[in-house]
């Protein structure tokens, strides 16, 4: 009964790299959300993914930040020629489309 | 868009103490959820209202909803060291998503 898997937990980058999060959802669940954490900070909705199909990206930067969540494999969430402000921890949730969310244990960003 | 205010930012309470957390929304609630965050690590879902009135509790730790002033409030009795950590109150718009609000710490002091 694994639960809802991130990697890398701590991710170094430069300015300039791009920086790839991955998450897999609990099993049977379809429906993909993350989030980021800036410190002291609570969570901010960035986009909400369903099988090959972003359904909100409302909360996404317009430039440098993607996501997918193919059909085989985990989400991804992809940023582009990081900056320091992108360091936060970026949060995976998953549910089965009703009731609650669950989280993974987060990606942790740091932007040299 | 919706907005949630949680009340307070920070807490330190001594072992044994009670204490409340609130969560206001702009917006009307069609669902609340209370998740717990230990520093450093993911979210713990703890529970979810969705009818006015509602109240439910799991141990020590009792939330309730009060749909009319578009408010939760998160109660804990006689806490305990393991209480220490971030409480996050998720809304349900019925936009697809959860929104949160910013979080309360809370820290204990034994």
Redesign the interface.
């Known amino acids: 009964n694994a639960g809802v898997m991130q990697n890398p937990r701590h991710l170094v980058r430069r300015r300039g790299q791009e920086a790839r999060l991955r998450c897999s959802p609990m099993k049977g669940h379809s429906h993909v959300y993350w989030y980021r954490q800036l410190p002291e900070e609570g969570l901010k909705f960035m986009v909400y993914l369903q099988k090959e199909n972003i359904i909100d990206e409302s909360g996404m930067p317009k430039e440098r930040f993607s996501a997918e969540f193919p059909k085989e494999g985990p989400s991804i969430l992809r940023i582009q020629q990081v900056v320091r402000g992108d360091s936060a921890a970026y949060f995976c949730a998953s549910s089965q489309g009703i009731g609650e969310l669950f989280f993974g244990e987060g990606s942790r960003l740091t932007v040299l | 868009s919706q907005e949630l205010e949680?009340s307070p930012q920070s807490l330190i309470v001594q072992e044994g103490k009670n204490l409340t957390i609130n969560c206001t929304s702009s917006k009307t609630l069609y669902g609340l959820?209370w998740?717990k965050q230990k520093y450093g690590?993911?979210?713990?879902?703890l529970m979810?209202l969705q009818k006015g009135g509602e109240e439910k509790s799991h141990e020590k730790i009792t939330a309730k909803l009060d749909e009319k002033k578009q408010q939760s409030s998160l109660h804990i009795t006689a806490s305990q060291p393991s209480h220490a950590g971030i409480y996050?109150c998720?809304a349900d718009n019925r936009?697809?998503?959860?929104?949160?609000?910013?979080?309360t710490r809370l820290h204990i002091l034994p």
Do not use: P, T, V
């Not at chain 2, 690590?41 to 879902?45: A, S, Y």
């Not at chain 2, 936009?95 to 979080?103: A, L, M, R, V, W």
């Open positions: 949680q959820y998740y690590e993911g979210l713990i879902f979810m996050l998720g936009d697809d998503k959860i929104i949160f609000g910013k979080g």
